[in-house]
Every structure is written in structure tokens, then in C-alpha cells.
């Protein structure tokens, strides 16, 4: 499986940006897709998932809300909206396939994240 995330870049405090994930390769032996992201000095935090075959999704606390994740099955691209965004936001985004149903509880192991796509930064900033 392979994965290119894209969408980053320099946004003002409030503002909007849309991640894309485009996913290729074996998408139904790894049909959960999930958004992670990574600030500097800091663990690696997952934000989000979804399922490709149902679209049933979890997002983390502080981001539930102001983050919306959505599929386009036909383009094999999951989306990451994310609105109202804030400082603390900034980091680099990465997306990861795994055969694991959705699970805020799987965010802290990356054992249950077999493929990992290049991160895209995205900075806020006035």
C-alpha cells in the first residue's frame, strides 16, 4: 500500500486547510485510513480514522469538531478538513493504512499501522 499526503502549507490562526491522502495498492487488506501528525519535539499524536468500507470514523478530543474526515472511494483519497485552526495545529501530517478497525485506542501503538505515507506541514501562523 502506498500513501502521498498533501494539502499543507501556511495558514493564519481561524483559518482552513483540506489534507488528501491518495491511497494506492492492496486498499482492501488495509481499509482503515488514519491522519496522524507530528509537532516538533513532540510524540507522534493520531487525530482521526475512517473506514473504507463502511466510512465509520473516530476522531481524537481535541481535535473532534474543528476536523473532519471523509472518503472518496471512487479517487481511492481520503480527506482531512480541517476549520478553526490554531497554533498548536502546526506540525507535520502524515496518513497510515491499517487492517485494524478505527480505535482511538490504536493511536498510541504504531504496531497496528502497517504502511505510512511522507508528511505534509502544515504551519499556523499570523
Known amino acids: 500500500v502506498q500513501l502521498q499526503a498533501s494539502g499543507g502549507g501556511l495558514v493564519q490562526p481561524g483559518g482552513s486547510l483540506r489534507l488528501s491522502c491518495a491511497v494506492s495498492g492492496s486498499t482492501l487488506d488495509y481499509p482503515y485510513i488514519n491522519w496522524f501528525r507530528q509537532a516538533p519535539g513532540k510524540e507522534r499524536e493520531g487525530l482521526s480514522c475512517?473506514?473504507?468500507?463502511?466510512?465509520?470514523?473516530t476522531y481524537r478530543n481535541s481535535v473532534k469538531g474543528r476536523f473532519t474526515i471523509s472518503r472518496d472511494n471512487a479517487k481511492n483519497t481520503v480527506h482531512l478538513q480541517m476549520n478553526n485552526l490554531k497554533p498548536e495545529d502546526t506540525a507535520v501530517y502524515y496518513c497510515a493504512a491499517s487492517q485494524y478497525p478505527c480505535s482511538n485506542s490504536y493511536f498510541y501503538n504504531r504496531a497496528y499501522y502497517s504502511y505510512w505515507g511522507p508528511g505534509t506541514q502544515v504551519t499556523v501562523s499570523s
Open positions: 475512517i473506514s473504507s468500507s463502511d466510512g465509520r470514523t
